[in-house]
């Protein structure tokens, strides 16, 4: 198991940007296929993007596309969500997930952290 605690989350204008991070700690997190998903109020989780074990290759929901980036660095165990150009309809909690499968389902990914909010004002 690997523990996830995700941070960078806040208020923002939109059209403004944000950074979420996600540390992990426990096994080898190169090992693992890292996700973002979120949850607005009323709403299922949803996937936003994930990245591969190395960061060669990445996927997007089609609503976050050219807008958000998502990117790792394996040295500081950590994930990054960079999201540029942000609307009112991303406003959700945000988590990140770590999973063994290059998937977009949430139930692939067996490890979850706590959640940072994201809310973004019109």
């Known amino acids: 198991q690997v523990q996830l605690v995700e941070s960078g989350g806040g208020l923002v204008q939109a059209g403004g940007s944000l950074r979420l991070s996600c540390a992990a700690s426990?096994?080898?997190?190169?090992?693992?296929?890292m996700g973002w998903f979120r949850q607005a109020p009323g709403k299922e989780r949803e996937f936003v993007a994930l990245?591969?074990?190395?960061?060669?290759?990445?996927d997007y929901t089609d609503s976050v596309k050219g807008r958000f980036t998502i990117s790792r660095d394996n040295a500081k165990n950590t994930v990054y969500l960079q999201m540029n150009s942000l609307k009112p309809e991303d406003t959700a909690v945000y988590y990140c997930?770590?999973?063994?499968?290059?998937?977009?389902?949430?139930?692939?990914?067996?490890?979850w952290g706590q959640g940072t909010q994201v809310t973004v004002s019109s």
């Open positions: 997930a770590a999973g063994t499968t290059i998937v977009t389902t949430a139930k692939a990914y067996k490890s």
């Open positions: 990245i591969s074990w190395s960061g060669s290759s990445t």
């Open positions: 426990g096994r080898a997190f190169s090992s693992y296929v």
